[in-house]
């Protein structure tokens, strides 16, 4: 979701003792953020070392091999991936990716689950302050295409829990992320979010919603942004998962953001009525679901959006004619090396097609790029201006109704 500028291998990944430890964050030893320190700068490692070489034995060996043998030049990226996965560095490389994905995993399970009971009862204490902005529904199930994988090789998913009031995986997830974009998202891992409300105030000043939902809103660090731009809103996170659901509640009791509710409910049959909300936003939601699941999401979408509504998505951008074979079939494979098969099925979905296919027009249609915004400066301000120090921005589409 997320790019990094030409000159960023020149420089070392942000120190975990940058994160912003927001109340119910978990505690981090010095030995433990010593250990995603290595794994940041490993991750680094990976992708500006080990990764690049893999266009380079393409072109130079893996390419050349198949056209001498078959006559002809690769057609899909499937073929791309088989030839490639006979190459040494390219077994290197994807073992380093797994490798590196499952050493997150551990750091931050043995991270959480030593804390289990506190991280319970620290949840459970800011959740007790405001009740009123937490619903859950045990009658809600998980999803197969949750439970079918553990997505991100975090074992039990988003949804696992080990005590009553567990909220474990979503800690270990929250605790992760910094590590998991090298600090690109920023101390709150909450960039994406900041720069579309920036992006939002700019191009839409006039936009003023009064009921937004977050579908697929996990730990909240991408929700809570879209309340303190919009304070005059009430914005719903929804979540199949109870514990991801109270986290992220306690998370918006400790940090004080007052028009922020959550629902455990299935975003593929809201429980809304229709033509009754302004603003549906999801923030790396889409590749976690299945490809039925996306086609009763978006019909669900467009159905409690009111005529004017807004529908955004962040997300990986999708295959083009100008994606190269051998760059799609990188994508597929890192997809699978980290447990996520349905983002390898949305990128080859044409995501135009899809919103019409929801009821959305194609003169209503939106396609572009959040640019990141200083963490010094206020987001909700629409004169703020995209930060290119880093040159980090998200891909961003969807449509007005």
Known sequence: MSKMNKNSSATLPPAYNQVEKHPVFPVVSHDESARYNFLSSLNKYITTVVQPGNRV??????????????????????????????????????????????MHQQAGRSLVLR???????????????????????????????????????????????????????????????FVK???????????????????????YPDFQPERVLDLGCGTGNNTL????GYPDAQITGIDVSAAMLRYS??????????????????AEQLPYADASVD????????????????????????????????????EQPQYTPDVHLFEQSMREWKAQLTNLPFRAVMYG???????????????????????????????TQPDQQEDYTPAIAWNAFGAWK
């Open 57 to 102: 034995v393409f072109e130079r060996r893996v390419k050349p091999a198949f056209m001498a043998q078959i006559g002809r030049d690769f057609e899909a990226h499937d073929e791309v991936q088989t030839a490639m996965q006979h190459d040494a560095n390219f077994q290197l490389w994807s073992a380093l990716h797994r490798s590196a994905t499952e």
């Open 115 to 177: 804390q289990l009971d506190d991280l319970a009862t620290k949840t459970g204490a800011f959740g007790n302050q405001r009740p009123e902005s937490l619903h859950l529904d045990p009658a809600v199930t998980i999803l197969t295409y949750l439970t079918a994988v553990d997505n991100h090789a975090m074992p039990g998913g988003y949804y696992a829990t080990y005590i009553p009031g567990d909220v474990s995986n979503a800690a270990n997830f929250d605790a992760g992320l």
């Open 249 to 266: 509640h306690a998370r918006s009791v400790g940090l004080n953001v007052l028009n922020v509710d959550f629902l455990q409910a299935n």
């Open 279 to 314: 603003w549906v936003q999801t923030t790396a939601f889409l590749h976690e679901t299945s490809k039925a699941a996306l086609e009763n999401i978006i019909k669900e979408i467009y159905r409690v959006l009111k005529p004017g509504g807004l529908m955004l998505h962040l």
């Open 349 to 379: 979905m044409g995501m135009k097609n899809w919103m019409i296919s929801g009821g959305f027009t194609a003169d209503k249609l939106l396609q572009f790029s959040a640019g990141a915004i200083a963490e010094t400066d206020d987001f």
């Open 181 to 203: 974009h090298a600090g690109t998202e920023g101390r709150l891992s909450d960039g994406p979010s900041r720069a579309l409300v920036a992006w939002l105030k700019r191009n």
């Open 225 to 228: 942004p879209l309340a303190i």
